[in-house]
């Protein structure tokens, strides 16, 4: 189907079901990365077929969630589409803050990845629809390692990744060897952070739901990285996250990158090269899984506009629109959300990351095991998490910068876990 048909459909369908009735605009709340970004400009298309004006508010991610999370469970209304992730979509499904999304048999949701469509789903219904899909992998310069005669392995020792960093470390041309998430958010450093625990042997909670951040696991993978990306990182790293590594990348300036497999798409630099997460002996939970989704905000006023709009927006034929668009082509469209990207030949010959980015997302292990008894792989999907998770998550950012000792910020983020969970009642 066209995307003119589509469009033409999804509107028709929503305009039945609304008894004629149809929004004349959409405020959409999305977070301010690559794809969201060119979402706007895609959409335009959207609107010249069907007259819906569409309002963006573009936000960076931790903003994002603070004001989708209170506005949503507050019914406050100020949006009729949000982004948000797996971490929020069943609980907030559950809870009756979202609506559930059914679409029309052209959707083809069985063409959406599986670990996307579970994750975004409560008890085998989607609350969200996955606009882009990720796990995370390294991303590293392979002129650099060449030229420094070091390799970087799929699922490599943390001590082998380490002394690669070192290698190609080079602050004096203005080359870092590694470039990592240091800012504060539960979904910032704590993403990158939680994959480093894991992969030690750690968890956020025991059996009991009792935190366990003072386990010898986490201490190990918090000195571990405090010392890589302190020795071998670029200066101020605290501050860091993905928007400002993808720009300290494609200057030049970082040898090495693990992050979102995302951002492949957005790398400028030549000879990149990818590598699945590496670990220190326990590879379970060394990469992470996300999907940064559309969702519905239950009562929204606009309730079949928004519908019709997400389905249009996280379709095959949005792919197609992407690809198709003079200012962006087959580069830049948004994946690891549907089975069927992966099969064009045309994004095959333009995508040299995509054999490692579908790895990566099918090698994630978000369920429950006995280390863990959550779901999730970088979060915990409980309610209590992103209090827990920001919390915890600038301690480690102070003890980045120097300003708290490791030992110091575990203490105040094991007492400060603590007291969440037992105000929630866990034990």
């Known amino acids: 189907m066209s995307l003119k048909n589509t469009i033409r459909a999804a509107t028709a369908l929503s305009l039945i079901s609304a008894g004629g009735a149809y929004a004349d605009s959409l405020t959409i709340a999305i ?17 010249a077929e069907t007259g819906v004006e569409l309002e963006w508010v573009s936000l960076e991610e931790g903003v994002l969630r603070e004001q989708v999370t209170s506005d949503t469970a507050t019914g406050g209304g100020q949006y009729d589409i949000i982004n948000i992730g797996m971490q ?13 999304l059914n679409f029309g048999a052209d959707y083809d949701l069985d063409d959406m990845l599986p670990a996307m469509r579970n994750g975004l789903s409560h008890e085998g219904t989607l609350y ?28 490599d020792s943390w001590d082998n990744v380490k002394a690669a960093a070192a290698a190609i470390h080079n602050p004096d041309t203005g080359v870092y060897g ?12 704590m993403a990158f952070i939680t994959t480093v625990v894991n992969s030690f042997g750690g968890a956020w909670f025991d059996a009991d739901y009792k935190p366990t951040i003072d386990s010898d696991e986490w201490k190990a993978a918090i000195n571990f990285y405090v010392d890589l990306l302190g020795n071998y990182g670029p200066p101020g790293s605290e501050g860091n996250s993905f928007n400002e590594i993808l720009a300290l990348y494609n200057e030049g300036k970082c040898g090495m990158w693990i992050d979102a497999t ?14 699945q997460s590496p670990n220190a002996g326990n590879p379970v939970g060394a990469n992470w899984l996300w999907a940064w989704a559309m969702a519905v905000p239950a009562g929204s006023p606009n309730s079949e506009a928004a519908h019709a709009f997400v389905e249009w927006a996280t379709s095959k034929a949005y792919i197609k629109a992407v690809a198709d668009h003079p200012d962006f082509g087959w580069g830049s469209v948004p994946t690891g959300t549907r089975a069927s990207t992966y099969a064009y030949p045309e994004f095959q010959a333009v995508a040299g990351f995509a054999a490692a980015e579908m790895a990566a997302i099918e090698s994630a292990a978000p369920a429950a095991t006995d280390l863990k008894p959550y779901v999730g792989v970088q979060f915990a999907a409980i309610p209590e998490f992103p209090e827990v998770g920001s919390a915890v998550a600038q301690e480690m950012a102070a003890a980045l910068s120097g ?23 866990y034990y």
């Open 262 to 275: 995302i951002a492949a798409s957005f790398l400028e630099v030549d000879g990149v090269a990818y590598a």
């Open 31 to 47: 977070v301010n990365n690559g794809h969201m970004i060119n979402m706007q400009k895609v959409a335009e298309a959207y609107t």
């Open 403 to 425: 300003a708290k000792s490791v030992d110091d910020a575990l203490a105040a983020s094991q007492a400060a876990a603590d007291a969440i969970m037992r105000e929630a009642g």
């Open 178 to 189: 590694a470039c990592l998430r240091g800012k504060p958010g539960w979904g910032d450093n």
């Open 128 to 155: 969200a629809a996955p606009f882009y899909g990720e796990s995370s992998m390294v991303m590293y310069r392979k002129d650099l390692t060449d030229a420094a005669g070091v390799s970087i392995a799929d699922n």
């Open 88 to 100: 929020e979509a069943p609980i907030w499904g559950a809870a009756g803050w979202i609506e559930p």
